[in-house]
């Protein structure tokens, strides 16, 4: 079992900056990749970003690249989003997700766990 606690959502304005952290505790020692992903209002969940096991690999979402970036920190079991030049759109329930792979995956039936979700809301 493992449990991933999201941190970092809020409110902010259009243009703005936040950081999404996931913390995982629990079964940590085998090797993972994780993921975000969001969901907003009437919509299915979608796809964020991804990022290997050694961080060596990401993918993103083309609606988040070059304003999005995810990073780990395996020493901490941690995993952040760092998200710039926020619009609108981007206001959702944020999810991380873990998946028992080195490689990461888009889809979200390829993730094993799920955290509880953390709200960013960006005004215009």
């Known amino acids: 079992q493992v449990q991933l606690v999201e941190s970092g959502g809020g409110l902010v304005q259009a243009g703005g900056s936040l950081t999404l952290s996931c913390a995982a505790s629990?079964?940590?020692?085998?090797?993972?990749?994780m993921g975000w992903f969001r969901q907003a209002p009437r919509k299915e969940r979608e796809f964020v970003a991804a990022i290997s096991y050694s961080g060596g690999s990401t993918d993103y979402a083309d609606s988040v690249t070059g304003r999005f970036t995810i990073s780990r920190d395996n020493a901490k079991n941690t995993i952040y989003l760092r998200m710039n030049s926020l619009k609108p759109e981007d206001t959702a329930i944020y999810y991380c997700?873990?998946?028992?792979?080195?490689?990461?995956?888009?889809?979200?039936?390829?993730?094993?766990?799920w955290g509880q979700g953390t709200q960013v809301t960006v005004s215009s």
């Open positions: 997700a873990i998946r028992y792979s080195g490689a990461y995956a888009t889809r979200s039936y390829e993730y094993d766990y």
């Open positions: 629990g079964r940590t020692s085998s090797l993972y990749a």
